[in-house]
């Protein structure tokens, strides 16, 4: 079976720095890809960043190329999400995706089929 469940989601104030963690719980995790994906109310989910968990390649989408840092754990079977300095901007909830196989790192929904429920972020709060 396949699991993916995020946490570290809730209440910060801006400027604080903010770690979201996904546990992925799947037979091809070696070769796999984890994303991250975020939709604030009202709006389209969007993608933040992915990993290639065997390589450790990222890709960031534009606005997350500063201030954000993806990263994974392999003995953990664990991905993360660094947000160096939240702002009002990230509030949202995040969700943390998987795709194996994973043949090219791309920050697209469409690429990932497991998902997990989200963790949600609110900011000044």
């Known amino acids: 079976q396949v699991h993916l469940t995020e946490s570290g989601g809730g209440s910060v104030q801006p400027g604080e720095r903010l770690r979201l963690s996904c546990v992925v719980s799947?037979?091809?995790?070696?070769?796999?890809?984890i994303g991250w994906f975020r939709q604030a109310p009202g709006k389209e989910r969007e993608g933040v960043a992915a990993i290639r968990t065997k390589t450790g390649y990222r890709v960031y989408a534009d606005f997350a190329r500063k201030g954000f840092f993806i990263d994974r754990e392999n003995d953990e079977k664990t991905g993360y999400l660094l947000i160096h300095s939240v702002k009002p901007e990230d509030a949202a909830t995040y969700y943390c995706?998987?795709?194996?196989?994973?043949?090219?790192?791309?920050?697209?929904?469409?690429?990932?089929?497991?998902w997990g429920q989200g963790t949600q972020v609110t900011v000044g709060q």
């Open positions: 995706a998987a795709a194996a196989p994973c043949p090219v790192v791309r920050v697209s929904p469409d690429q990932f089929t497991y």
């Open positions: 799947i037979d091809a995790y070696d070769d796999a890809c």
